[in-house]
């Protein structure tokens, strides 16, 4: 069925779109007869985990796909004329002029031996039959448009001289330059800190309204979807299982999947005393999709009849369209939500298992010809304490220092200066646990390394103590014989948790833990966590960007920005009463998934990019980027102080 | 830039120096000096002590590395101990000999071995790989063959069988027409290796490139596969050719050598042979240093290309 918008004149129709890859073993079906409808001028949000089929779909419209993908079947009708059906050479001259495309890396998404004018002003010039000083005022006027400053000069610089939010900027310059009238979007915030991201959405939601295009945004973070979109469509194993307003898929999503993606997300009102909820097992295996309803295996609300029957997009209330046999889908069977387990045998006691006290790390760059040396101050004077059986969070934007206190905290880097005392051991779960993982050794050889290393037990011993660790985080036996290419990215991250708990250790550090997991995935890490936590009484050091996270998991946040901590204190606190204004703006700039909210939040995004941590400023470093900031906060830099009864925020004018 | 080159330079005069020092004391470990092996068998002891004497082989090593150092700077390259011609002007002669074949080799390497090892890049993208597999089982054949092998069924099919190129005869400059008929088997003989290596080279950087998202921005925004293939692909996949390039110039060089001996070319390789076989320490000696200078310059050159290639190279 195809779902009709009725905004206004439709402007693209995707009828039965099929996307093949054909592998060594087997023919992957990405799009699975994919039909939808975008009118002019709207937004629509394609949301679902990897491998759900968004990306190779919106890939598909425009032919972009590469070997040994390609288009299987179906119509891609833009203005009714079929692009699935055109040679090459036509549908060049829609690519870039009637569809403009913003890809998800910005750090890779542009020619790097290019200057940004030669990659701006052909385009112009040959879309628009443009001179090529007039393409090139074109262009400093869209460089000028997404804030770019002193675009004029900015315009020959080359992409690696530019920040990663820059050059996401000039993609987007890129794309609306030639005045396409869909813009495609395929994750352009995922490799964005909290703050830019929430600068590029608005900017994009923005300027497509402004030239009246249609914007196609791809995206797995719900939250973002809430921000913009007018439609949204949901994928799961490359079909759309639900599509519909924004408003009544937030409100009431009828769709298995939607409903379960939507209630393991963190909530913002903060009710930390409940499991999130979690979509059991993985994925289906795209290559071997088994018959009738892809998501029944996660499904708790399956029928026999999903088994036999693929259920295609029917009618429901609120204007929505879901592909379920089971009408209501969850609400069928209303769940409660599970307590969280309670710290059972030690409290958050007085004794403190961290102690940091003027933690100072520079990092030194040398040039030989020059004899000013460079400094980067990564951490620039941090005291922070943890508690036995507590969880830090630790939160900031990329460049913050919160990945090299990390690494100090294990003794992987020596400080300049400063003191840190553990009592006992600190072991560390890295972001990308595949990367951090021997491929060519065994799961079970991988949880025993630190014990081994230790010369813990013998041989059995060891053994028994890794099938204990593999019980605790629930991972199954069987995968002790695997390699890590064989588990799924959120097997590994308990792989990675039980060999950190191998040793017992008295503190864990998690560097972003969850970010490189799907939505889905993500749940089932920080229940873990949070149980381990629970259970084991071990203190945790939480880093991430995450902010909703942090705040479900952490007893007490400390913002960091340029290698200080500017805010400290109960996470509640923090979150519900901010004091610093850094730490606002990031709490702003988190997307609520929440339509109705995120209409009624301030949408004044953070101005500009973290200063290079190479020359801070004299007086305080968040000034430059700050709302509120005067003549005292640019010479004298404020210190680390208590206001209220349990908050320290770093600010002249917290109050 | 120009304080790279500039920094560079420093680099390469200090490489050299090193080079120089090197061969000179190098060549006086080995047993025997340039007097005995300039009077041979028959000459008295005391004749050969004069002959030293006047040599300034009896001065004390250093005082002798000074002197050669001093000459060297001053291009006073002495005379042959064989023939008793200047040095400088038989390498002078050499030179342009050798240097033209090198360069038409690389020309004639690059005009092919692009542009082929990008099409076939192209088409293993596409997954057509039938040129890919083409290209591969060429160069495989190519490197399994010594360049003395090839250069002499290169003369026997060519000069000997078809007559199409003069096996051998005089050499020079003076008549481009001849010369060139000269070096054109020894030219062919030396590309044949080199574009099988640098094909295949740019088949691999091409093929890498071609999967970058940049690439796939350029087809976004509406450029022709040509556009795509040898505007963005090709110019960033050019950094790793271009150093290939650069040492495949080291190759090429001891290449010429056996070219020469085998077509009977005047060049700097012949010069060589000659000069070990008989033992002419003064001739070997500078054509050493001579070819290190090469070397050196072609990776200063290289380095300096690299750069221009790159605005990211810094230093």
Redo the contacts between chains.
């Keep these: 069925m195809t779902y009709q918008s009725d905004v206004a004149a439709t402007l693209l129709e995707v009828r039965d779109l099929r996307t093949e890859f054909d592998t060594r073993t087997g023919t992957v079906t990405a799009v699975d007869g994919v039909s939808f409808s975008v009118a002019k001028g709207e937004r629509i949000a394609i949301v679902g985990e990897s491998g759900s089929g968004k990306s190779a779909m919106a890939m598909s419209l425009l032919r972009l796909l590469a070997h040994p993908g390609r288009v299987a079947g179906g119509q891609v009708l833009l203005d009714g004329r079929d692009l699935a059906g055109l040679s090459e050479r036509a549908l060049n001259a829609i690519r870039g002029r009637e569809v403009g495309t913003v890809f998800q890396d910005p750090m890779s998404s542009l020619d790097p031996v290019m200057k940004v004018s030669r990659q701006m002003v052909r385009p112009i010039m040959r879309n628009l039959g443009l001179g090529r000083d007039d393409a090139r005022t074109e262009a400093i006027r869209w460089l000028d448009k997404v804030g770019i400053p002193d675009a004029a000069r900015r315009i020959d610089a080359y992409p690696f001289e530019m920040s990663g939010g820059m050059r996401q900027r000039v993609m987007i310059a890129m794309a609306l330059s030639c005045r396409p009238r869909l813009v495609i979007a395929d994750e352009p915030t995922t490799a964005l800190d909290v703050t830019i991201q929430a600068q590029i959405v608005a900017m994009l939601k923005d300027l497509t309204a402004e030239a009246g295009a249609a914007m196609m945004f791809i995206t797995h973070d719900l939250g973002l979807v809430a921000r913009f979109a007018h439609n949204v469509a949901v994928m799961y194993a490359g079909r759309i299982v639900e599509f519909g307003p924004v408003g009544a898929i937030f409100a009431a999503p009828q769709h298995p999947y939607t409903q379960s993606l939507l209630r393991t997300i963190p909530s913002v009102d903060g009710l930390r005393n409940t499991r999130l909820a979690q979509i059991p097992g993985l994925p289906p295996d795209m290559r071997r999709k088994p018959a009738g309803c892809a998501f029944r295996a996660r499904c708790a609300v399956a029928t026999d009849r999903c088994a036999r029957d693929l259920p295609e997009l029917g009618p429901r209330p609120g204007g929505l369209a879901a592909a379920c046999w089971v009408e209501g889908g969850l609400t069928a069977a209303p769940v409660r939500p599970e307590p969280r387990r309670k710290p059972a045998r030690i409290a958050p006691g007085k004794r403190m298992t961290v102690e940091i006290n003027n933690l100072v790390k520079h990092f030194e760059g040398r040039s030989l010809l020059s004899k000013n040396r460079s400094v980067v101050r990564a951490v620039n004077g941090v005291n922070l304490r943890v508690r036995n059986g507590e969880t830090l969070g630790i939160v900031g934007e990329s460049g913050c220092g919160k990945s090299t206190l990390a690494r100090l905290l294990l003794g992987l880097e020596q400080a300049t200066s400063g003191e840190i005392f553990i009592e006992g051991l600190a072991q560390m779960i890295f972001q990308d646990p595949f990367s951090s993982f021997n491929p060519k050794m065994r799961i079970a050889g991988i949880i025993e390394e630190p014990l081994a290393v230790q010369r813990w037990g013998d041989r059995a011993e060891r053994a028994a103590r890794v099938e204990d660790l593999v019980a605790k985080v629930g991972l199954d036996p069987s995968h002790l014989d695997r390699y890590p290419s064989q588990l799924s990215g959120g097997q590994r991250q308990r792989v990675a948790v039980a060999r950190a708990l191998a040793l017992n250790p008295s503190v864990v550090v998690a560097d972003e833990p969850t970010s490189a997991l799907d939505v889905s995935v993500r749940a089932q890490i920080i229940n873990l966590l949070a149980d381990l936590k629970a259970d084991l009484g071990i203190s945790f050091v939480f880093i991430s960007h995450d902010l909703l996270t942090v705040r479900y998991i952490a007893d007490r946040i400390a913002v960091m920005y340029l290698g200080e901590v500017v805010e400290y204190g109960p996470a509640e606190d923090v979150f519900d009463r901010p004091v610093h204004p850094y730490t606002r703006a990031l709490i702003d700039a988190v997307p609520i998934p929440d339509p109705k909210l995120e209409a009624g939040r301030s949408n004044a995004p953070l101005k500009g990019d973290l200063p290079s941590p190479l020359d801070l400023p004299e007086g305080c470093a968040f000034a430059a980027r700050c709302p509120m900031a005067s003549d005292l906060c640019r010479t004298e830099k404020p210190v680390l102080k208590k206001h209220r009864t349990s908050q320290e925020a770093a600010c002249h004018y917290a109050n | 830039m120009l304080?790279y080159a500039l920094?560079k330079s420093v680099q390469l005069v200090v490489t050299i120096f090193g080079v120089v020092t090197l061969v000179f004391f190098t060549l006086r470990l080995i047993p025997g000096d340039a007097a005995s092996a300039m009077a041979g068998d028959t000459m008295s002891g005391e004749a050969l002590e004069l002959l030293r004497e006047q040599m300034g082989l009896n001065e004390p090593i250093l005082a002798q590395y000074a002197a050669y150092l001093r000459d060297l700077v001053t291009l006073d390259l002495g005379q042959t101990i064989t023939t008793r011609l200047p040095v400088a002007e038989m390498i002078g002669k050499a030179i342009p000999v050798t240097l033209s074949i090198a360069v038409l080799t690389i020309v004639l390497t690059v005009i092919i071995s692009i542009p082929l090892g990008t099409v076939a890049a192209y088409m293993a993208?596409?997954?057509r790989a039938r040129l890919d597999n083409l290209l591969t089982g060429f160069a495989m054949i190519v490197d399994l063959m010594p360049s003395f092998w090839t250069a002499l069924v290169f003369l026997l099919l060519f000069s000997l069988t078809l007559g199409w190129f003069p096996a051998s005869g005089m050499v020079s400059l003076d008549d481009p027409a001849v010369f060139l008929s000269r070096i054109a088997l020894p030219v062919l003989v030396l590309s044949v290796t080199q574009i099988a290596t640098m094909a295949r080279i740019t088949r691999t950087s091409v093929l890498e490139i071609l999967?970058?998202?940049?690439v796939?921005?350029?087809?976004?925004?509406?450029?022709?596969?040509f556009r795509v293939l040898f505007r963005?692909a090709l110019?960033?996949a050019a950094?790793p050719i271009a150093t290939v390039i650069g040492l495949s110039f080291g190759n090429l060089l001891n290449g010429t050598v056996i070219v020469e001996f085998i077509f009977t070319i005047p060049g700097i390789g012949n010069l060589l042979i000659n000069g070990i076989n008989s033992r002419d320490y003064q001739l070997v000696q500078t054509l050493i240093v001579f070819y290190a200078l090469l070397f050196v310059t072609i990776n200063f050159i290289t380095d300096i290309v690299y750069r221009a290639?790159?605005?990211?190279v810094t230093?």
Aim: glycine letters at 8%; aromatic letters at 10%; hydrophobic letters at 25%.
């Design positions: 304080d920094k993208h596409k997954g999967s970058e998202d940049y796939r921005t350029a087809r976004a925004m509406g450029w022709s596969e963005h110019k960033n950094l290639l790159d605005p990211r230093f």
